[in-house]
């Protein structure tokens, strides 16, 4: 058997962090997912604009615990089944990337990603507007409040919540 090198050890430690922090979070109790879509902060304002295009980009390393597959795979699934026009048009794109992977170093680099991570990129005309959402770790146990959260955020990016 292969010893894991460094990298790895290091990317399982981190997603390790995310469970821990996970049970801690969700022993707070559900929240709705209008509740949670600013992550806790105020609704933007009908005076902002809405995004042109939205990049959501799931890091991740070569091995994955269970919640961080999930959470890929909850965001990809609200993206198909409840903005499927979007999804087909490419103004909302998801992209899954291996943060270990050489090739995707200068992407792990627009976002400043570390670890396990949800970025969601609002772009605006030409200008990126790049979030993490960490709200996403708390639903993860929840796939309906998860989909319903992340449907909200993505409604009030686009303007039409």
Partial sequence: MKKPSKKTILWSAVALGFVVVLAV????GPRSGAD???????????????????????????????SCT??????????????????QSGAIVFKDIN???PENNVIVTKYQASGSSLFVNAIIGDRDAIKEDTT????????????DYFETKLKTLLGTS
């Fill in 25 to 28: 979070i969700s022993s707070s």
């Fill in 36 to 66: 949670l879509a600013n992550n806790g902060q105020a609704p933007m304002s009908t005076a902002s604009q809405s995004a042109d295009k939205i990049e959501v980009v799931h890091f991740h390393a070569t091995q994955q615990c269970w």
């Fill in 99 to 101: 943060g270990e992977l």
């Fill in 136 to 147: 996403v770790w708390r639903l993860v146990s929840n796939e309906q409040q998860f989909m």
């Fill in 70 to 87: 999930t959470v890929g795979e909850f965001a990809l699934k609200t993206i198909k089944e409840r903005f499927p026009d979007e999804y």
